[in-house]
């Protein structure tokens, strides 16, 4: 199944799962019976898929990003809109929009394709993150703080912090990976200091949040599941210098697949594991979670419905 080398996470619209993956501009997106496995429809990108962030969907599309610009793919693999818009880094989504980091600014979009607001800077935007109240994004010197709906400037902070990933927010507290290998958070509405945490190495995969952690890792060195109200480290997971995915954490367990093809589950309060699942070729999307069935995909073109054990 597939073409190989998937990074994004899968997308269900309508019990379909829609699929994204793409090597040396032969990218696909393909629809599969959710249930089954079966597959449904294909079509082809021509372009290279190598991002594992969360693709945007709403309960009719999925928004799938190419060098060519922005497609907006439904349930039977109608292309429903489609726009060559340049992307200067990974869109990003919420129930409601979807936002576009560009060489000069921002943009918001519904998810049908129409413009809701822009915000320009003066320089590039690589990344984005935040929720359905508030982005944040780094601008030349600057951290900035836009609200999600009006795209209007909350504040902004002049910093010397290099984010490598989204930063993203919980309980209060903007929390940023850094290329340095720091872990720092902030106060959300007064962005002073929390606390900041040296984690040896540059974070280089998608900081993501659990009910009572933060995750974070880097290439080849530990997964760090981190307490964010104070940054105390609550558990480490070595998978002997595999590479992990972003981790997606549902009732008491987290689960993130490596680059050498195995998914492991370990559990959220102390890292216990769980179980692990081999998958024979490297996996660098975190897996999807929907009730109790968890899909996953694999470089080699394997897709993988495994069901959550009690």
């Known amino acids: 199944m597939g073409n190989g080398h998937h990074f994004p996470s899968p997308v269900i619209l309508n019990d379909t799962l829609v699929v994204v993956s793409g090597l040396n501009d032969a990218g696909l997106i393909e629809g599969y019976n959710s249930e089954t496995g079966e597959r449904q429809w294909s079509q082809s990108t021509q372009t290279s898929m190598n991002s594992n962030h969360q693709l945007p969907s709403n309960d009719s599309v999925v928004i799938v990003p190419s060098e060519s610009g922005l497609s907006a793919v439904s349930a039977t ?11 200067s880094g990974d869109i990003m989504g919420t129930d409601e929009l979807f936002y576009i980091p560009k060489y000069n600014g921002v943009e918001a979009r519904s998810f049908d394709g129409s413009q809701q607001w822009t915000w320009e800077s003066d320089s590039s935007i690589y990344s984005l993150g935040g929720d359905s109240n508030t982005l944040f994004t780094k601008s030349g010197t600057s951290l900035y703080a836009l609200d999600a709906i009006d795209g209007t400037v909350k504040w902004t ?16 507290l903007l ?15 007064t962005h002073e200091e929390a606390w900041s945490i040296d984690l040896d190495s540059s974070i280089s995969t998608p900081i993501t949040v659990g009910e009572s952690n933060i995750y974070a890792a880097g290439w080849s060195y530990p997964l760090h599941a981190i307490n964010p109200e104070d940054g105390s480290i609550n558990w480490t997971f070595d998978p002997s210098y595999q590479t992990v995915s972003p981790v997606s954490e549902t009732d008491g367990t987290a689960y993130m697949s490596s680059d050498m093809g195995v998914l492991f589950a370990r559990n959220s309060d102390d890292g216990r594991p769980k179980w692990s699942f081999e998958m024979g070729s490297a996996s660098w999307a975190p897996p999807l979670l929907r009730e109790e069935q968890i899909y996953a995909t694999s470089d080699d073109g394997g897709i993988y419905n495994l069901i959550q054990p009690d």
Do not use: C, H
């Open 175 to 189: 929390i940023v990976g850094r290329e340095d290998g720091q872990l720092t958070a902030l106060y959300e509405d």
């Open 157 to 172: 902070f002049r910093t010397r912090m290099e984010p490598s990933t989204p930063p993203i927010v919980k309980n209060g």
């Open 77 to 87: 693999g109608e292309v429903m809109w489609s726009d060559d818009i340049r992307l």
